[in-house]
């Protein structure tokens, strides 16, 4: 049985992420297909919100996604830490801009839902804007990534700021929760949490297949994207590394 | 085979319309890199041992 | 640690430093808002306490790249990475000179700011209590940013997109506890949680910025 630091490795890694790539690719495209098919195609129209009900597919794993992601990067940020392998802080890199494009996504359908369905754009919802702060946060982690130009010191400095960003992210989540409490009383606001919950288990069924066949093409895409991005960072940092050795003489 | 969206048609069209375009984007771009990095490296290791 | 706290704070006073400069940024902003917004005084009255805190954090913010910056440049910060002082305790003492020089000034300029835009009465006392305690934390919050940012080249644009985002929580409370208090509400929550922020960043943060400032002299 071979350990999971073995993967540590950068050749073992992109070794294995060419061998694995294809099959999560594949699988993803299928579920996001099928899924957003199904949801978009093949699902009745909610009683209240009518055929809106079907942004959910979209808006929902994207969610997930956005949060998610930060906490592989997190995870990722803390083996670089920990165990300073290279590996790591690329597939960190490698996956934030992939979070920032969920979030995004979550932000835009959120917006366009919340038009017909409360009246407004944009309200300052808690998690509305708790998104917004998310997507600052992604914003600044990845123009720091940007900036540094050695790569291990970047790889420190954006590992610190992605821990620190999550204690504040946590902090945030909680002061919007608090500075909005008095406008809107929380209820009405999230029907979708209420739908993809068990609130509602007679309508939930027909809705919430098709949204786990959703969320797990969304899980797989993001997989997919991340080992195609590290190994895409890898191969940049070992090219960088031979053009300096070819200037050095 | 359309589905019915009734009144809320442009809506559901269009936060399906920016999504996909997002995520295709997103993939578009991510494939670009890792073409191009890939040649290069290929390029700059051909040229170390020749 | 008190040799060096005096010496950034006599080179803040002195080297054309942020001193006047935050204090003019903050009374501008305050005069544009005014201007932004329109001469009726309620409206104003309204949303002083939150124009008083986001113009506060901006200014607070306008020297933060000095902080390290300066040192950095002169050869000073290396000097300091190798003296017996912990770097936690360098960091700790950067920020104190920033707040004492910076956010300090704008504390006590901010009741005056208020009577610009006729913040009702009962809210100075809790304006000013709640910028004395929430700058704290935005110095230390400022000063783990500068750290970050200190060996990158115009780095003030990248400073500020990290670290505002890290102020919002201060913010958040800060401003409610200030508009609270104009409105005579009850503000005792979101004091406390106010003043739990700035302990919590002011007693682990230095850490991070400690850290960070390792790796930028590596």
């Not at chain 1, 069924?205 to 959703?214: E, I, R, S």
């Not at chain 1, 190994?231 to 090219?239: C, D, G, L, P, V």
Request: aromatic share 10%.
């Amino acid at each position: 049985m071979s350990s999971l630091w073995e993967y540590a490795n950068p050749k073992k890694f992109i070794e294995t992420a060419q061998r694995v790539l294809p099959w999560v690719a594949g699988l993803s495209v299928i579920c996001l297909v099928g899924g957003l098919a199904w949801g978009f195609f093949f699902t009745p129209d909610d009683y209240r919100q009518g055929s809106t009900v079907k942004i959910i597919y979209l808006h929902v794993p994207a969610a997930l996604m956005a949060i998610n992601a930060w906490l592989m990067m997190l995870l990722a940020s803390l083996v670089w830490l920990i165990r300073r392998h290279h590996v790591s802080a690329l597939a960190a890199r490698a996956a934030a801009p992939v979070g920032a494009v969920m979030t995004v996504i979550a932000l835009a359908t959120g917006a366009i839902w919340g038009q017909p369905m409360w009246g407004t754009w944009w309200v300052w919802d808690p998690r509305l804007t708790s998104f917004l702060i998310l997507f600052l946060f992604y914003l600044g982690y990845i123009a720091l990534w940007a900036a540094v130009e050695d790569d291990d010191t970047a790889a420190d400095l954006t590992s610190i700021l992605c821990m620190v960003g999550s204690v504040f992210a946590l902090l945030s989540r909680y002061a919007v929760n608090f500075w909005n409490q008095g406008l809107h009383q929380g209820a009405s606001v999230m029907r979708a949490g209420a739908l993809a919950g068990d609130t509602q288990e007679r309508v939930s069924n027909v809705f919430a297949v098709p949204l786990f066949v959703c969320i797990a093409g969304f899980v797989l895409l993001f997989v997919a994207l991340v080992l195609l991005r590290t190994q895409t960072e890898i191969r940049a940092r070992r090219m960088r590394a031979l053009m300096a050795r070819e200037r050095m003489g | 085979m359309m589905p019915e969206l009734g009144k809320y048609a442009a809506t559901v069209l269009s936060s399906y319309g920016i999504s996909i375009l997002l995520l295709v984007a997103l993939t578009a771009l991510s494939l670009r890199r890792a073409a191009r990095v890939r040649r290069e490296l290929a390029a700059v290791e051909a040229r170390r041992k020749p | 640690m008190i040799a060096l706290l005096i010496r950034d704070l006599r080179l803040a006073v002195r080297a054309g430093g942020g001193f006047g400069l935050g204090l003019a940024f903050y009374l501008i902003l305050v005069a544009l808002v005014a201007f932004g917004v329109g001469p009726e005084g309620a409206l104003q009255a309204r949303i002083a306490p939150g124009v008083l805190w986001v113009g506060a954090l901006l200014a607070c913010l306008l020297s933060l790249d000095r902080i390290f910056a300066l040192d950095r440049e002169d050869g000073t910060l290396e000097l300091l990475a190798t003296a017996p002082l912990p770097m936690e305790g360098i960091v700790l003492v950067k920020a104190l000179a920033h707040w004492l020089s910076t956010a300090l000034p704008l504390v006590v300029a901010a009741p005056l700011l208020g009577l610009m835009l006729s913040l009702p009465g009962p809210g100075y006392p809790w304006l000013f209590l709640s910028l004395l305690i929430g700058t704290p934390a935005l110095s230390v919050i400022g000063t783990f940013g500068a750290a970050l940012t200190v060996g990158i080249k115009r780095g003030g644009l990248l400073l500020s997109l990290i670290v505002l985002p890290l102020y919002v929580p201060v913010l958040i409370f800060g401003a409610e506890v200030a508009r609270r208090g104009a409105a005579g509400l009850d503000l005792q929550q979101p004091l406390l949680v106010l003043a739990g922020i700035s302990c919590g960043t002011l007693a682990l943060l230095p850490f991070a910025s400690a850290a960070v400032l390792r790796v930028n002299l590596r």
